[in-house]
């Protein structure tokens, strides 16, 4: 089977490791792809927003399976045009990535199906806004702008100043789709669901590190760092958060007549009174994916086919290796800001060795070498039986690349470490 993998990040290079190890596999296409999915794949020039071209080129090269990585071109409905063509594609469609794309829709659809989540107001204007935060939760109360906004639509204001300076920055002078939220206090952990709209095939769980800084401080990013699985959600709050939160939304979704297709990652945060929705993405969570994939022992193009078809009801529970993996991302200087570019890179050979494995996300070929193209360059992922030994691993691979412009935290892992 010929397989199209959509995306450029970190993410997408852990997904095309992981398709390119299946025996179903004939071609792996990837768009635009990087330097590390090109050691693995076809990589071609496509624009995912000309949903035409996309499927003129899975028409001409007989492919059997699109996945679509990141959120955008599943916002943007590349799914629908695809399904609308005939070709099986992993990510849900328009409609239903607003679960992504909408928190209100997300907030909405948890109302109607009572799935514990944060109480909030959805509001347009800053007018309402103000009403609302008179009347409802005190401090801390979280803003959120109601759209995609690459990890920085949140805030979370301590005072009524905070809160005025955050309209300021979302209404700023016009009318916006914004949503109050009740503060919930807790552990947060990520877990991932397959489903084809009808069966869930739960797909492992994670931990990420979304502050830029040590002993997370600094200002939010894609994230700096994951482990998977999250011990802290222990198998009897995975088995709530399924029946009490991803269920129910995949029934919503179906009963609305919008199934979802594809990964759920739901963000919890686990509260004294169980685990609440924090928000869902309608895709992989980049770094969690590198670390799932680690940890992945199935495969991958017979599954999320299965996905695509509908037909995840036929397949046992997906395979995880009984170990801890980890990922630490390098990042250009100045990321979260603007990051660095150029910076040259060397060392990803011996930094794979014993096993580690370096995925790609912002980088470039110049010639023959390979130099940082982005905010997030790296990502030096292991495993190992238990987190330290994960973590030592991942530490040693980063220590062996030799990237002057990167850099990475020292302390991912630090909550499960010092319990
Ligand atoms: P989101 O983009 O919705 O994932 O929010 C980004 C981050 O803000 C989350 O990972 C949480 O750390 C935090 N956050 C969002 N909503 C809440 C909430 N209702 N209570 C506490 N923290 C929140
Ligand atoms: N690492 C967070 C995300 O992918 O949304």
Redesign the pocket.
């Known amino acids: 089977m010929n397989v199209l993998l959509l995306g450029s990040g970190g ?1 997408e290079h852990a997904l095309a490791w992981k398709l390119a190890q299946s025996s179903r596999l004939d071609t792996l296409y990837a768009a635009p792809g990087n330097p590390g999915i090109a050691a693995l794949a076809t990589c071609v020039a496509l624009d995912a927003t000309d949903h035409a071209a996309v499927v003129r080129f899975v028409a001409d090269h007989g492919v059997g399976l699109v996945v679509i990585g990141p959120e955008a071109p599943l916002v943007d409905g590349l799914a629908d045009s695809l399904r609308a063509a005939g070709v099986p594609v992993f990510g849900p469609d328009k409609a239903a990535a607003q679960l992504e794309g909408s928190k209100g829709f997300t907030k909405d659809l948890c109302r109607r199906a009572d799935i514990p989540t944060a109480g909030y107001v959805r509001v347009g204007s800053r007018a309402e806004a103000e009403a609302a935060l008179a009347g409802t939760f005190g401090y801390p109360v979280v803003i959120k702008a109601d759209g995609l906004a690459a ?1 920085k639509g949140v805030v979370i204001a301590t005072s009524e100043a905070e809160a005025m300076a955050a309209f300021d920055a979302m209404f700023d002078g016009g009318d916006a789709a914004v949503v109050l939220e009740e503060f919930l206090d807790g552990e947060e952990a ?1 877990l991932f669901v397959l489903t084809d709209g009808t069966a869930l095939m739960p797909f492992g769980s994670a931990q ?1 590190h ?1 502050r830029v800084g040590e002993g997370d401080t600094g200002p939010n990013t ?2 700096m760092g ?1 482990y998977s699985p999250a011990p802290v959600l222990t198998a009897a709050l995975e088995a709530r958060a399924i029946d009490e939160i991803v269920a129910p939304t995949v029934r919503a979704m179906a009963a609305a007549g919008t199934p979802f297709s594809g990964v759920l ?1 739901a ?1 919890l945060m686990l509260t004294a009174t169980g685990p609440k929705l924090i928000e869902y ?1 309608a ?7 590198q670390v799932l994939m680690m940890r992945f022992a199935g495969d991958l193009v017979e599954t999320l086919l299965a996905v695509a078809e509908g037909r995840l009801a036929d397949l046992p529970p997906a395979p995880f290796a009984d170990a801890v993996a980890m990922t630490v991302v390098l990042a250009a200087a100045g990321y979260p800001g603007t990051p660095r570019a150029g910076g040259a890179i060397r060392g990803l050979e011996a930094a794979a060795a014993d096993g580690a494995v370096v995925f790609q996300a912002g980088t470039r070929r110049d010639g023959d070498r390979l130099v940082a193209a982005g905010g997030r360059v790296l990502a030096a992922t292991a495993t190992g039986p238990d987190i330290r030994v994960a973590r030592e691993g991942a530490y040693r691979a980063v220590d062996r690349i030799d990237f002057a412009d990167g850099f990475c935290r020292r302390d991912i892992g630090w909550r499960e470490l010092a319990r």
């Open positions: 993410r990890g990520s990420d979304k894609g994230g994951a990652y963000g993405n895709r992989f969570g980049d770094p969690e994916c």
